[in-house]
């Protein structure tokens, strides 16, 4: 779909919201693709329709689009939630302290440097105040998410944060605190799911936890 039909899908979704609908049931005519397969297969090209990306109510509010970044080979790919105030502010994947955090695992836990790895989150823009993305939020956005995974092929996915390993696996029941360090199958991958930086910022006693998840995730590079 090129943008300007996506424009013109856009604004006729808009008047029927307008009118009071809330909510469609998907159409699949006979014959046609899965939507992901009709997103642009190149990471660059991807990148490119994402950043004018205005399928849900989040590119009101944002300030940049955070796609992603990293090596588009890497073995490990980390997926958090979605972009807070500083990475809105620079367009850029955790930066700011959760970023901080997250580098530091990287880092000095992982022995790896952060450019080896691929980050990427469930939702690229901002939810206004951080709070948590809608599942229409997720279900517009997540298409562009499963297509960097299928390019990046990674052979291990950390979930950073019960957001994060919820919409992976749709095991919404599911608390993060039983979950982590898990070793369980996403696709062609093996995903391992363990707290959010943010988390950690918040319960620094949970850093040891994080700390034996990652020295699995290195058992398995
Ligand atoms: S969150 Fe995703 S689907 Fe929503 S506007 Fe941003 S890029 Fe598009």
Redesign the pocket.
Known sequence: MTQIEKARLLKILYQYRAMGFEYFKEYKPVGSKDTSSMLPKEIGQLKES?MS????N??KT?KN?VFGEGDENAKLMFIGEAPGASEDEDGKVFVGRSGTVLTNIIENVLRLKREDVYIANI???RPPGNRVPTME?VS??KP?LMQQVEKVNPSIIVALGSTSFHHLTGEYETEISKIRGEVLELGNAKLIPTYHPNFLLRNPSSKKEVFQDMLKVKSLL
């Open positions: 994402v990306c205005h399928l849900c989040l590119s944002r689009v939702v690229k823009c939020e517009a956005c562009y």
